[in-house]
């Protein structure tokens, strides 16, 4: 009755139904090329969550990483040698002072003694009344997240909560305990540790310059985004952590020879003292 009312016989309408089969077939096929696309995605395009780490380095004044993922150990400036109640020396409370000891019958010869008995600079083979010996580093965190994309890894970074971390000590002479010097050439001593002591000082407000740890503050910035080479069976956070510290680790040794640098210029502009006139010649240049 259906079939002669619409005008279709059984006979005309098998052509009908295997059109309609065709099509369920071709959306089976299309979903499973989905799925296995879907599938695809999820192994080889794979985002980890966020990991997170923290992570210390610390370099000498050469720019060397010398100590990294291990606290730096606090120093605690000793009290200075002050051998008079009435000095008018200036002591900063952010570094240490250490000190090497000197002899003679009168200033001459004291001063003559540090020539001998003071600290070497490797850089020219000499001995120096003083010295500024430092190094440097730094504390910070940072997120991140990666993608797989074939042979590679495409790593997101945040660093942040950055602390800059010092570690210095100034070297000065001290007279033993048997140097007797009359009224007169003790005030010349103190006015010859004076002049180290600026001289010294001048040293460490060079390395603690807030321009150096903007410089380096906007270096760290920059690194956002690292790629990696893929290898199935290794751990890839602790290929991140390594990558990242090779980066910083850069930005650590170029910061440490600018600073070297800047300390060189005013040894030679000063003559490492000599010429405290040129102090304020230098600073003016900053």
Same mark, same amino acid.
């Given at each position: 009755?259906?079939?002669?009312?619409?005008?279709?016989?059984?006979?005309?309408?098998?052509?009908?139904?295997?059109?309609?089969? @065709?099509?369920?077939?071709?959306?089976?096929?299309?979903?499973?090329?989905l799925v296995r696309f879907i599938l695809f995605l999820a192994v080889f395009l794979y985002v980890c969550p966020v990991y997170a780490d923290?992570?210390?380095?610390?370099?000498?004044?050469?720019?060397?990483?010398?100590?990294?993922?291990?606290?730096?150990?606090?120093?605690? @400036?000793?009290?200075?040698?002050?051998?008079?109640?009435?000095?008018?020396?200036?002591?900063?409370?952010?570094?240490?002072?250490?000190?090497?000891?000197?002899?003679?019958?009168?200033?001459?010869?004291?001063?003559?003694?540090?020539?001998?008995?003071?600290?070497?600079?490797? @850089?020219?083979?000499?001995?120096?009344?003083?010295?500024?010996?430092?190094?440097?580093?730094?504390?910070?965190?940072?997120?991140?997240?990666?993608?797989?994309?074939?042979?590679?890894?495409?790593?997101?970074?945040?660093?942040?909560?950055?602390?800059?971390?010092?570690?210095?000590?100034?070297?000065?002479?001290?007279?033993?305990?048997?140097?007797?010097?009359?009224?007169?050439?003790?005030?010349?001593?103190?006015?010859?540790?004076?002049?180290?002591?600026?001289?010294?000082?001048?040293?460490?407000?060079?390395?603690?310059?807030?321009?150096y740890r903007d410089d380096a503050l906007k270096k760290f910035s920059s690194v956002k985004e690292l790629t990696l080479n893929y290898e199935?069976?290794?751990?890839?956070?602790?290929?991140?952590?390594? @990558?990242?510290?090779?980066?910083?680790?850069?930005?650590?040794?170029?910061?440490?020879?600018?600073?070297?640098?800047?300390?060189?210029?005013?040894?030679?502009?000063?003559?490492?003292?000599?010429?405290?006139?040129?102090?304020?010649?230098?600073?003016?240049?900053?």
């Open positions: 009755m259906y079939y002669t009312q619409c005008g279709l016989t059984p006979e005309n309408t098998l052509p009908h139904d295997f059109a309609l089969a @065709a099509i369920r077939l071709k959306i089976i096929i299309l979903t499973m090329v923290v992570i210390y380095q610390y370099f000498d004044k050469d720019g060397t990483l010398v100590i990294t993922n291990r606290p730096f150990p606090i120093k605690k @400036a000793p009290h200075p040698d002050i051998r008079h109640k009435d000095t008018r020396f200036i002591y900063r409370e952010d570094i240490s002072y250490d000190y090497y000891t000197v002899t003679g019958r009168n200033f001459q010869e004291v001063v003559s003694s540090t020539n001998i008995s003071g600290p070497i600079d490797p @850089a020219d083979n000499r001995n120096y009344a003083a010295q500024t010996r430092w190094n440097m580093g730094w504390a910070y965190k940072f997120h991140s997240s990666y993608r797989i994309d074939g042979s590679y890894v495409n790593v997101s970074l945040d660093i942040f909560d950055v602390e800059f971390r010092f570690d210095i000590t100034v070297l000065l002479p001290r007279l033993t305990g048997n140097t007797i010097l009359n009224h007169y050439e003790s005030d010349l001593w103190e006015n010859f540790l004076q002049g180290l002591l600026e001289h010294e000082h001048d040293h460490v407000r060079i390395i603690k310059d807030p321009l199935q069976d290794s751990d890839i956070n602790e290929a991140i952590k390594k @990558a990242v510290e090779s980066e910083t680790a850069k930005i650590g040794h170029d910061l440490i020879k600018m600073i070297k640098l800047k300390n060189d210029e005013y040894d030679r502009l000063t003559e490492h003292g000599m010429k405290p006139e040129m102090r304020e010649v230098f600073f003016r240049r900053l």
